[in-house]
């Protein structure tokens, strides 16, 4: 049995379903294919943070990667990307708690973040978030679009059309397809794009959660993080490249645990649920958005941590790329053919 649509997306994470959200809102009729289980997306926090995501890269760099400008339009985004479908939107800023808070709030600064130093924390209003499960769960459900469950082994394309292979035998044709599969192997792509997928790295990633509220807004220091979620707090998160095993590792959770509540200043006794996802990484931590080199044929994914900041900015560029239109100024960053 086969169907057909005009744009086929593979993949319900963040990048996947934003982008069939812009699609849809353009008159584009859409189709989401996705196996339905072990979405990284749903294991974040949701934050929208260029401040603290800038300054993390630009230490990770040694002061080498400034990308406080991609980051600051990547959030710009979110205002009108939120009311348009109805996501859940917290401005309520974030604050780093460490000893080198000083350090900290000059280099945010530096890099064009608002920081304000007080007792024992640095405070930014540029940080915001979402909450993933309700901000999916209202992208998979939007009127017009379609979502069905299924893994695709391979996509092949006649020169007109693509098609889409499930495991279970059936074909989906389209004129366009927006790869989002995130880190899943196995899948048979034609050159060149098997060999940008090729490139991406899996990340497993995880979080704990409790039913305690814990924090008013975000939370970071140098163990990692504490925000609220619906009816608690998410505490996260380890990332260890190259494991696609979903079982929690409880030792490296506690871990975690403890040394994020100690920044908050309490102590480990603490009730949590683990959640474990794996995400992908392109090689240098910014998502693959945009056209693939072959005519009909897009990427959206591999966005490492930041995949609901760019959510919004990877749908555009890629809409835009897919619509003929001029690229945006941050779209050559994105561009998956920079690794070609």
Not at 73 to 91: E, G, Q, Y
Not at 131 to 154: C, I, K, N, Q
Not at 161 to 190: F, H, M, N, Q, Y
Not at 320 to 339: C, I, M, S
Request: hydrophobic fraction near 45%; include cysteine; charged fraction near 20%.
């Amino acid at each position: 049995m086969s169907s057909s649509t005009e744009v086929l997306v593979i993949g319900a994470g963040v990048l996947g379903l934003s982008t069939a959200a812009e699609l849809l809102r353009r008159g584009h009729a859409v189709t989401v294919v996705d196996p339905g289980f072990g979405n990284a997306s749903a294991v974040a926090a949701g934050m929208i943070a260029p401040a603290f995501e800038a300054l993390a890269d630009w230490r990770g760099s040694d002061g080498r990667l400034d990308r406080g400008d991609l980051f600051r339009a990547a959030r710009a985004h979110w205002s009108a990307f939120a009311t348009a479908f109805d996501l859940p939107l917290h401005r309520e800023g974030a604050e780093w708690r460490g000893p080198d808070l000083e350090t900290v709030a000059s280099q945010l600064r530096w890099l064009g973040f608002a920081a304000e130093r007080t007792n024992d924390a640095v405070l930014t209003p540029a940080d915001w978030r979402t909450e993933p499960f309700a901000a999916l769960t209202r992208l998979r459900s939007l009127p017009g679009l379609t979502v069905m469950a299924g893994r695709v082994s391979s996509v092949t394309t006649d020169g007109a059309r693509w098609t889409a292979i499930l495991d279970e035998g059936s074909g989906l044709a389209a004129k366009t397809v927006v790869l989002a599969t995130g880190a899943v192997g196995g899948l048979d792509l034609p050159e060149p794009v098997a060999g940008l997928v090729a490139r991406v790295q899996p990340i497993r990633g995880q979080i704990a959660v409790t039913d305690r509220h814990l924090v008013d807004r975000a939370v970071r220091g140098p163990a990692g993080y504490v925000a609220p979620c619906p009816g608690g707090a998410v505490i996260g998160a380890t990332m260890d490249p190259d494991r696609i095993d979903l079982e929690p590792d409880l030792d490296r959770g506690q871990g975690l645990v403890r040394a994020c509540l100690a920044q908050i200043g309490l102590s480990d006794d603490l009730p949590v649920t683990w959640r474990v996802g794996v995400r992908g990484a392109s090689p240098d931590g910014l998502p693959m958005a945009g056209t693939s080199g072959l005519t009909g044929l897009h990427l959206a994914l591999a966005p490492r941590r930041n995949g609901w900041l760019l959510g919004p900015m990877v749908a555009r560029t890629v809409v835009d790329g897919l619509e003929g239109r001029a690229a945006g100024p941050f779209a050559p960053a994105l561009d998956p053919r920079r690794f070609a």
